[in-house]
């Protein structure tokens, strides 16, 4: 069973820029697709990244596509998002998951979630 942290959160300005990392331990990430989730508190955890375990596809959500980007090093057994132009409305936990059978959005594939690191993006 993977376990996963995450790291990188933390307070910037509008416009700043973060990275996050999830670090897996336990399995071989290769054998996942990953993907990168967010929740506000009293709101629904929301999609907002994935890649295929091979690193050749990736999806994203409509309000951060052109401003993150999700990629993976597999040696290192470690996800990134890089997360640029960051606004107010990006604010939340951000939760890194895995799932070892396909790519998806969907949060009810993931089976795997780490315990998330807090964004704050102040105005």
């Known amino acids: 069973q993977v376990q996963l942290v995450e790291s990188g959160g933390g307070l910037v300005q509008t416009g700043g820029s973060l990275r996050l990392s999830c670090v897996a331990s336990?399995?071989?990430?290769?054998?996942?697709?990953m993907g990168w989730f967010r929740q506000v508190l009293g709101k629904e955890r929301e999609f907002v990244a994935a890649?295929?375990?091979?690193?050749?596809?990736?999806y994203y959500a409509n309000s951060v596509s052109g401003r993150f980007t999700i990629s993976r090093d597999n040696a290192k057994n470690v996800v990134y998002l890089q997360m640029n132009s960051l606004l107010p409305e990006d604010t939340a936990v951000y939760y890194c998951a895995a799932d070892p059978v396909r790519l998806s959005m969907e949060r009810s594939n993931y089976d795997y979630w780490g315990q998330g690191t807090q964004v704050t993006v102040s105005s």
């Open positions: 890649i295929h375990w091979s690193g050749d596809n990736t």
């Open positions: 336990g399995g071989t990430l290769s054998n996942y697709a």
